[in-house]
């Protein structure tokens, strides 16, 4: 762009310019019902799933133990792990023997079955293991990139409540298959549908927040979380059969139901969309649960109107037409500066975020001797990390999400002080905190993504954390072969670099969500922001927008 082509953004005095009702959709949102219990009691319920989650993201740590195991071949077949001597090898006939076993006896003092003993996923077949957890993942590749395109497209609830009844069935058929390539099957579509529930739930938790309470309300939806872990850490120290333990887990996914009734449409995207009346139906349930008067039908379908239209001005402006097609949306991620930096840093983020943060668990339930122990107590500390939203507020996201991501890399290399079992427990608990304090800023990426792209950036980041995470699992089983701490390393080099990436970020604290790649562009242009202050941003083509940001 040349020097007389430039963007200016200059202050504009007109009157009638600056009394316009409404500009963006925060104002809209305010005007009608504001945030209050409507949003925290709808958003409580909502966040029940992240309570049920850790049965299947997190349960393969135990579900998928490996217990002490013995070569048995050429015994009898009633030999058991306790009658065969010290000694007895474990992957070869004998401990000189190249001669792969092909069966084996477990110790079942701790586990009466897993996936490991019920398919012998030892030795030569531990790839396998590491598989089932990664194709969880996997699945959940698939179904950020499709769930994010389609809560774009059709919105957010009917992309909800499909999967949501597939997370069901699957929990239930997971408890019941009795062979491997149907138990990887079940997996890799539970991923799917997990991952389309978070792109929904998660998009829909932002849009119904204002920018007050947008940091309060989308890191406490995390907060079932850490108590699932805990959940997951009991019921396994208590059920020790994995059919019967999977089963335990699936009853509580029947608490999914009532979202048929209770889960609304975003009115963010309904207003986008241009479905005023649909998206007044739910500003209206808003008001009357926050005990709010609303004004009059007419306004509100004016100031949605203005916002509407205000909207369509900036995009053409910066592009020329509207570009509804999926493809024009996913290219829209990358065809401005600011987007495809934003796109490009939030991606290898999410990637190191998501894989440090399972990388760590699973570590730490190998490295402790009590691997219960270790996961609930993983699950303790990740509570604090879901009230991280004062310190967003006091010191800013961007400030806050670097702090947490390089704590994370310290205390991944501060393991190679010493080997003491305690001083490594410490240590993973510490970066277990600072990881799910990252992890919970998910809504990060929402802040500084335009409305139309926000389902899709979510889901690339999503995609992102879902590679990260099918990745983890062969670091920690096979990586661990060369060093027992050799995982740490991986990890903490890796979110290290995130720690950098996270500086090409913008901060986003206290400002309205952009609502178009023209906001993106304008706000990255801005030399200051004056709260309620109008500028006029003046492009190379003699057309003008009028956009309004707040300190």
């Known amino acids: 762009m040349t020097g007389t082509d430039k963007e200016m953004l200059q202050p504009v005095t007109d009157e009638a310019s600056r ?17 209050g219990r409507w949003q925290v009691m709808l958003i409580s319920y909502m966040s029940v799933m992240w309570l049920i989650f850790p049965s299947f993201s997190m349960s393969m740590m ?73 194709v969880l993942m996997l699945g959940g590749i698939v179904g950020s990139l499709l769930g994010g395109q389609l809560t774009d497209r059709f919105g957010r609830r009917p992309v909800f409540l499909p999967v949501m009844l597939l997370v069901i069935a699957c929990s239930f058929s997971a408890a019941l298959v009795d062979d491997y390539v149907s138990f990887v099957v079940i997996r890799g579509v539970t991923g799917f549908c997990m991952a389309s529930m978070i792109a929904s739930q998660f998009v829909l938790v932002t849009e119904l927040s204002g920018c007050k309470h ?61 479905r005023f009346a649909e998206a007044l139906e739910v500003l209206r349930q808003g008001a009357r649960w926050n005990r709010r008067t609303m004004p009059s039908d007419d306004e509100v379908l004016k100031m949605m109107s203005d916002v509407r239209q205000t909207l ?25 500066p600011r987007m495809r930096r934003y796109t490009l840093a939030s991606t290898y983020i999410g990637f190191a975020i998501a894989g440090s943060y399972f990388g760590i668990s699973f570590d730490m339930s190998q490295l402790s001797t009590s691997p219960h122990l270790a996961v609930a107590l993983s699950g303790v500390v990740e509570i604090p990390a879901c009230f991280i939203y004062p310190l967003l507020n006091r010191f800013g996201r961007r400030r806050c999400f670097i702090t947490f991501l390089f704590t994370t890399a310290m205390a991944m290399f501060l393991v190679f002080i010493k080997k003491d079992a305690t001083l490594w427990l410490v240590l993973g608990l510490v970066g277990k905190l600072s990881v799910s304090a990252a992890f919970n800023m998910f809504s990060y990426v929402s802040e500084f993504m335009p409305t139309q792209q926000r389902g899709l950036a979510l889901g690339v980041q999503q995609t992102a954390s879902r590679i990260g995470g099918a990745v983890s699992p062969f670091v920690v089983d096979l990586v661990s072969g060369l060093h027992e701490l050799a995982p740490s390393a991986v990890f903490g080099a890796v979110v290290l670099l995130a720690s950098l990436a996270a500086l090409l970020l913008p901060e986003t604290a206290g400002r309205p969500m952009p609502e178009t790649v023209a906001d993106v562009e304008a706000a990255a242009h801005r030399k200051r922001f004056k709260k309620g202050a109008v500028y006029e941003r003046t492009l190379s083509d003699d057309s003008t927008i009028t956009d309004v940001t707040s300190n």
Request: hydrophobic letters at 45%; charged letters at 15%; proline letters at 5%.
């Open 312 to 336: 369509i001005a900036r995009e053409e402006a910066l592009k020329g037409d509207s570009r509804d097609s999926a493809f024009q949306r996913a290219l829209d991620l990358v065809r401005t």
């Open 214 to 274: 947008r940091a309060a309300l989308t890191t406490v939806t995390f907060l079932p979380f850490s108590f699932g872990t805990m959940l997951v850490a009991a019921a396994s120290y208590g059920i020790r059969t994995r059919w019967l333990l999977q089963l335990a887990f699936a009853v509580p996914c029947l608490l999914f139901l009532p979202n048929f009734w209770l889960m609304p449409e975003s009115p963010r995207w309904l207003l986008v969309q241009g």
């Open 19 to 35: 009394g316009q009702a409404a500009v963006v959709f925060e104002d809209v949102l305010e005007r009608c019902c504001g945030t």
């Open 62 to 134: 135990f579900i998928g133990a490996t217990p002490a195991f013995k070569c048995a071949d050429g015994l009898d077949t009633n030999a058991t792990f306790e009658s065969l001597p010290e000694g007895t090898p474990q992957c070869h006939q004998t401990n000189a023997s190249g001669v792969a076993c092909s069966r084996w006896v477990f110790d079942t003092s701790m586990y009466e079955s897993t996936v490991v003993t019920e398919w012998n996923l030892v030795c030569g077949r531990k790839p396998m293991l590491s598989m089932l957890q990664s």
